[in-house]
Nanobody
């Protein structure tokens, strides 16, 4: 599976962005997908995850209520809608896939990663 994240950019605090993760390969729809982010000088952290069917989702407490993860298996796409953005959301955002949905907050559980897309939120 190859993943390509896009949709990052510069936005003012309070604004919105939608990130997209495009995947190649028909097996993509069998994988659970997560979004992670890494700010400068910080460790990579979990943001959100969605099961292969879209029936289950999980969010970091820091983004709960502001971010929404979704997927369209027919298009091999996963999205991260980010609303009410804050300067502390500034980071490079990565999408990744894994086989089992358990322990979805742990980056080491993910088998394939896309390149990141930079999100910058100005105050």
């Amino acid at each position: 599976v190859q993943l390509q994240a896009s949709g990052g950019g510069l936005v003012q605090a309070g604004g919105s962005l939608r990130l997209s993760c495009a995947a190649s390969g028909r097996t993509f729809r069998t994988y659970h997908t997560g979004w992670f982010r890494q700010a400068p000088g910080m460790e990579r952290e979990f943001v959100a995850a969605i099961s292969w069917s879209g029936g289950s989702t999980g969010y970091a407490d820091s983004v709960k209520g502001r971010f929404t993860i979704s997927r369209d298996n027919a298009k091999n796409m996963v999205y991260l809608q980010m609303n009410s953005l804050k300067p502390e959301d500034t980071a490079v955002y990565y999408c990744a896939v894994k086989v089992g949905f358990s322990d979805y907050e742990t980056d080491m559980q993910y088998a394939y990663w896309g390149q990141g897309t930079l999100v910058t939120v100005s105050s």
